[in-house]
């Protein structure tokens, strides 16, 4: 196991999961890689690059969905070679779960899909470290069910991501108590995503809406809480992404969300919040 992974679910270290929503090119994920490197080991905290090969519920089918499992493979793959830092990708079916394993460190599972027992199943089977999105419409208290599939399947390391709850038409709220809850329940790792949780589902005329610039305010929240991982997307032109733009950040709104939360969590675990 990467030692960036291991940091994670032992809880040892502050990890930042971030990268573009979708893997646009081999160019952008390998720029974008390098520079959050950089940024991360500055600050000295561990780093995962996430990108996904296939974003399986876009709002309308003229959104863009990604380059597909056999070029984001590849894509993920050079990432993890020639950046030399662990990777994370989304799988949407059972059968996925086995080839994308044989390339990433982590499997995530989309929060829509976190119910789905066969796919958590078969990610649980791999043995690798799974990372399972809490559902928009969960109570975290229930993420215990979910994590129970995970272990009872045979699975290894687990994480639990808390992503905003559904709170009427196009709107999300994050209830910093779930962070807590799901640590006492599910004995995961506990990690906040910063920028979905700021996004307002299908609200920007055929595709989702946001405001990247509230994703900082919830990750220094979050951090002050108490938690194992911090997950983002980035862009370096957030307005011209593929997927996920309102959202994303950029690359010097997320080097100032990352200088926040390492001075928060540096004094959480100073009084053993974490």
Known sequence: MHPHVAN???????????????????????????????????????YIFKASFDKANRTSLSSFRGPGIDEGLYILQRVKTEIGVPVLTDIHTPEQAAIVAAIVDILQIPAFLCRQTDLITAAATTGLPVNIKKGQFLAPEDM????NKHYESGGGPLAITERGVSFGYHELIVDMRSLVTMRAKTNAAIIFDATHSVQRPSAGNGVSAGDRHLASVLARAAAAVGVDGIFAEVHPKPDQALSDGPNSLSLSLFNQLLEEVVAIDAVCRKLEIV
Not at 30 to 42: G, P, R, V
């Open 8 to 46: 994670l679910f032992n809880k040892k270290q502050l990890a930042i999961i971030a990268g573009p929503c979708v893997a646009e090119s081999t160019e952008l994920c390998l720029s974008l890689a390098d520079d959050l490197k950089k940024l991360t080991t500055q600050k000295g905290v561990s």
């Open 144 to 147: 215990r069910y979910v994590a």
